[in-house]
């Protein structure tokens, strides 16, 4: 991929673009150099070109362990906790929903991306609204709902929960729907209550 080597000094728009064009492993290490050493002071928009690259240069986990291994060593990420999401990815994206779970279930940070990611999943494969994707997104709200998941927002998981099951089962997105509302009820309350 000639074009991003010649790419210097790309812009942050040259680097998003760049990492649209990854085809394997190697593309996605040069735009995360590149991304490295253009934007050192945002790193949430760093961290979204560096995830996209990863997610577009690797096929199977094996590949995105090895350069997320290699991006440690040579301090182009922090570490790998941050990017556990993309093991879910890579894995629905070889259609291994097994292996997906198995993923989420490792990630030793739990993050909103690493839940969005699973119920990207949840969404591609419901078809039944009975099968156990329902209740892979119930245990999903619940676990978002504990302590634990404190890095997660449990409204953004119910929101996008209603809007999966929309088409395949609209009581249950009622459901969620409701459930949504009481907290965001709830949480304006409790900002209320601060103030005074």
Do not use: W
């Not at 182009?76 to 097994?98: E, P, T």
């Amino acid at each position: 991929m000639k074009e991003i080597e010649s790419q210097h000094p790309p812009t942050r728009q040259d680097c998003m673009r760049l990492a649209v064009l990854c085809e394997n492993p190697q593309d996605a290490y040069k735009v995360v150099k590149k991304t490295a050493d253009v934007i050192k002071n945002q790193r949430e928009y760093a961290k979204r070109i560096i995830d996209k690259a990863i997610l577009q240069g690797c096929s199977t986990i094996k590949e995105l362990r090895t350069l997320l291994n290699r991006l440690v060593k040579d301090k182009l990420i922090r570490g790998i906790s941050d990017h556990s999401h993309l093991f879910v990815d890579i894995a629905i994206k070889q259609d291994d929903f097994g292996l997906a779970k198995d993923s989420f279930q490792r990630a030793p940070v739990k993050t909103q991306k690493l839940y969005l990611s699973m119920l990207r999943g949840v969404c591609a494969n419901v078809v039944e609204p009975n099968d156990g994707f329902c209740l892979l997104a119930d245990d999903l709200v619940e676990e978002a709902l504990s302590q634990e998941a404190s890095r997660v927002s449990p409204e953004t998981i119910l929101s996008q929960c209603a809007r999966i099951f929309e088409t395949a089962d609209p009581a249950r997105a009622e459901r969620y729907r409701s459930r949504h509302q009481q907290l965001s009820s709830k949480a304006l309350k409790n900002s209320a209550t601060k103030q005074e």
